[in-house]
């Protein structure tokens, strides 16, 4: 197949997994504080402090709405919810605790089904 061929083949190998992925980090048990957008009239200070906000539910409209060019673009939102976390909430505190731990299940899940 053609050097272009093979990049369309990949994309959508690499969309399949990112459906794949994403179903997988909104059915984990520690996915609750990332499933819909931080509501900042809820948390105060967050509007300032998190200047990219970014969500499970966006990242799957995104894709729904084919705005993911490759696995790529899809992994650097998903990284994008995890340091926003991080940011925000202390390491010891129940969402802290739950993006450690997501981040944790989405690096060896994704490098699972790359390797
Ligand atoms: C991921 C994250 N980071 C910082 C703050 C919040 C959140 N999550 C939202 C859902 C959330 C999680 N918990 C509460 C409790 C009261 S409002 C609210 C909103």
Redesign the pocket.
Known sequence: CTKKAKMAKDNTNGLAMCRVLLAELEAHQDA?????P??HK??PG?RKVIKKPM?FSTIREKLANNQYLNLETFIIDVNL?FD??EK??EDDSE?GRA?HNMRRFFDERWTELLM
Do not use: E, K, Q
């Open positions: 609750w504080p990332f499933l819909t931080v509501n809820a948390v967050y969500d919810v926003n976390c925000f909430n969402i993006g």
